[in-house]
């Protein structure tokens, strides 16, 4: 072909532009980040079942523990520093238990000594190499073992203070083991300790810092042979009962106190004891003032003797030797100049009994003179009634109302403990944020009882 010819051909041949299109765009700008995930739900606070042991008059918390969960009766110790299992009966076998090596920060707060290593047995939770162990000590006899810390899966039910939800589970609930022999004078059926001391590892503050919530607990202990009480952990309320009554609202607050000395058998070092101090200052009985040596009300720091303590381990309030015949013997007076009750034969462990049919009933229980304990001030008292103050007994033909006190003798360490009967049917609020206990005096005034919480839908705990 001639070039001219050639040159014509591919001058009318149409030029044809490629554009990519912009579905096909090669940019390499990042596409925009996902949104963030929604925060979690803060976490509901918990509760656990107090049931009442009517061999030993003790309490019993009911918790679940290790994974699979199993439910543990636990006594409870208001006044413990940690909590501990029997893990030798049986064994103990979990799929998310972990020793704690010496070293590990929880071996810190209690300035844990002890290391332990195994040499004649296999590894497992009682026995593990550079492991760190506690001293755990029955708190009604004293008696101390050398154990193995754990870290296990703890479960309690959540609550919205009136009705219960699911069960939230502390992954990290930190716990000694023992051995059985240390359950000697617990309930029966029951398998260790559960402790709400003053402490940053008993089962309050492990609990609230694990799901970020406050540091505050409250008991709603009942004497009831069928129904439960109630502890409610990481809330200040409410605390709703049936019929709709939130015992949280109508509380008298006074400073919670700490005693610098500790009493357990092993001491440890630069800390209070765990126990849960109150400033009482006054006894009243029939609003008259019990003469009292006050200097035995308040705690000396040198020796820890002296002060009012809260005590779930003692049945009963139990007063040093000068205090205790004060109060009897204006108990007394009073029952009999204004009440018409001559005293009759007592029964041990009391000193002061009326017969039932000379007393009448009242809705807060037989109609005797209240005793008021009095604290930061004259307006500030907890009041005694006869729910309270008195315990029935009907054995071998008696049926008798005593005072119920008893004598702890002139040395006693603390000059006024108030054990778990006179606590029945109150509710006890100890917000450890602002170091103060809440009180309601009895509750059965307000129409309700410590057994008329909710419980229906976990009658398996």
Same mark, same amino acid.
């Given at each position: 072909?001639p070039?001219?010819?050639?040159?014509?051909?591919?001058?009318?041949?149409?030029?044809?532009?490629?554009?990519?299109?912009?579905?096909?765009?090669?940019?390499? =700008?990042?596409?925009p980040?996902?949104?963030?995930?929604?925060?979690?739900?803060?976490?509901? #606070?918990?509760?656990a #079942?107090? $049931?009442?042991?009517?061999?030993? &008059?003790? *309490?019993?918390?009911s918790?679940?523990?290790?994974?699979?969960?199993?439910?543990?009766?636990?006594?409870?110790?208001?006044?413990?520093?940690?909590?501990?299992?029997d893990?030798?009966s049986?064994?103990? /076998?979990?799929a998310?238990?972990?020793?704690?090596?010496?070293?590990f920060?929880?071996?810190?707060?209690?300035?844990?000594? !002890?290391?332990g290593?195994?040499y004649d047995?296999?590894?497992?939770?009682?026995?593990?190499?550079?492991?760190?162990?506690?001293?755990?000590?029955?708190?009604?006899? $004293?008696k101390?073992?050398?154990?193995?810390?754990?870290?296990?899966?703890? %479960?309690?039910?959540?609550?919205?203070g =009136? /009705?219960?939800?699911?069960?939230?589970?502390?992954?990290?609930? &930190?716990?000694?083991?023992?051995?059985?022999?240390?359950?000697?004078?617990?309930?029966?059926?029951?398998? %260790?300790?559960?402790?709400?001391?003053?402490?940053?590892?008993?089962?309050?503050?492990?609990?609230?810092?694990?799901?970020?919530?406050?540091?505050?607990f409250?008991?709603?202990?009942?004497? /009831?042979?069928?129904?439960?009480?109630?502890?409610?952990? %990481?809330?200040?309320?409410p605390?709703?009962f049936?019929?709709?009554?939130? &015992? =949280?609202?109508g509380?008298?607050?006074?400073?919670? &106190?700490?005693?610098?000395?500790?009493?357990t058998?092993?001491?440890?070092?630069?800390?209070?004891a765990?126990?849960?101090?109150?400033?009482?200052?006054?006894?009243?009985?029939?609003?008259?003032?019990?003469?009292?040596n006050?200097?035995?009300?308040?705690?000396?720091?040198?020796s820890?003797?002296?002060?009012?303590?809260? +005590?779930?381990v003692?049945? *009963?309030?139990?007063?040093?030797?000068?205090?205790?015949?004060?109060?009897?013997?204006?108990?007394?007076?009073?029952?009999?100049?204004?009440?018409?009750?001559? !005293?009759?034969?007592?029964?041990? #462990?009391? /000193?002061?009994?009326?017969?039932?049919g000379?007393?009448? +009933?009242?809705?807060?229980?037989?109609?005797?003179?209240?005793?008021?304990?009095?604290?930061? +001030?004259?307006?500030?008292?907890?009041?005694?009634?006869?729910?309270?103050?008195?315990?029935?007994?009907? $054995?071998?033909?008696?049926d008798?109302?005593?005072?119920?006190?008893?004598?702890?003798?002139a040395?006693?360490r603390?000059?006024?403990?108030?054990?778990?009967?006179?606590?029945?049917?109150?509710?006890?609020?100890?917000?450890? %944020?602002?170091?103060?206990?809440?009180? =309601?005096?009895?509750?059965?005034? $307000?129409?309700? !009882?410590?057994?008329?919480?909710?419980?229906t839908?976990?009658?398996?705990?």
């Amino acid at each position: 072909m001639p070039l001219h010819v050639l040159l014509l051909v591919l001058f009318l041949i149409p030029i044809i532009t490629v554009t990519p299109s912009p579905a096909l765009s090669l940019s390499t =700008s990042p596409p925009p980040p996902p949104p963030p995930p929604p925060p979690p739900p803060p976490s509901l #606070p918990l509760l656990a #079942p107090i $049931r009442k042991d009517h061999t030993t &008059l003790r *309490y019993t918390l009911s918790a679940y523990l290790k994974t699979p969960p199993q439910r543990l009766d636990l006594l409870l110790h208001l006044g413990g520093r940690f909590s501990w299992v029997d893990c030798y009966s049986g064994g103990y /076998s979990s799929a998310t238990y972990r020793n704690i090596p010496c070293n590990f920060s929880v071996c810190v707060p209690l300035d844990s000594l !002890a290391c332990g290593y195994c040499y004649d047995r296999p590894a497992g939770p009682t026995c593990s190499n550079d492991t760190c162990e506690y001293f755990p000590e029955n708190p009604i006899n $004293r008696k101390v073992g050398l154990e193995n810390a754990l870290l296990d899966a703890l %479960g309690l039910p959540s609550t919205d203070g =009136s /009705s219960l939800g699911r069960v939230e589970v502390v992954p990290d609930f &930190l716990f000694s083991c023992a051995k059985a022999d240390l359950l000697a004078e617990f309930p029966k059926g029951t398998s %260790g300790l559960a402790t709400l001391g003053f402490s940053n590892v008993s089962l309050p503050v492990l609990v609230t810092e694990a799901l970020s919530l406050p540091r505050c607990f409250a008991l709603c202990l009942s004497g /009831s042979r069928s129904a439960a009480g109630v502890a409610f952990v %990481g809330t200040a309320g409410p605390y709703n009962f049936i019929p709709g009554i939130d &015992l =949280s609202k109508g509380l008298t607050y006074t400073p919670i &106190l700490l005693n610098p000395q500790g009493d357990t058998v092993i001491t440890y070092a630069r800390e209070p004891a765990a126990e849960y101090y109150v400033g009482l200052t006054a006894v009243r009985v029939n609003g008259k003032a019990v003469p009292l040596n006050a200097t035995l009300l308040a705690i000396d720091q040198e020796s820890g003797r002296g002060g009012t303590m809260i +005590s779930t381990v003692l049945p *009963y309030t139990t007063l040093q030797t000068s205090i205790y015949r004060a109060v009897t013997e204006a108990f007394a007076r009073e029952a009999s100049a204004a009440f018409h009750l001559p !005293a009759t034969r007592p029964v041990k #462990p009391f /000193s002061l009994c009326y017969s039932a049919g000379d007393v009448a +009933s009242t809705r807060a229980g037989p109609a005797v003179p209240a005793i008021d304990l009095v604290m930061q +001030s004259e307006d500030v008292f907890w009041r005694v009634s006869g729910a309270n103050s008195m315990v029935r007994i009907t $054995r071998k033909g008696t049926d008798v109302w005593c005072l119920g006190v008893v004598d702890g003798g002139a040395e006693a360490r603390a000059a006024v403990v108030i054990g778990g009967h006179q606590m029945e049917d109150n509710l006890l609020q100890f917000d450890l %944020g602002s170091m103060r206990l809440g009180f =309601s005096s009895s509750v059965l005034l $307000r129409g309700t !009882a410590c057994a008329d919480f909710n419980f229906t839908t976990i009658d398996h705990m």
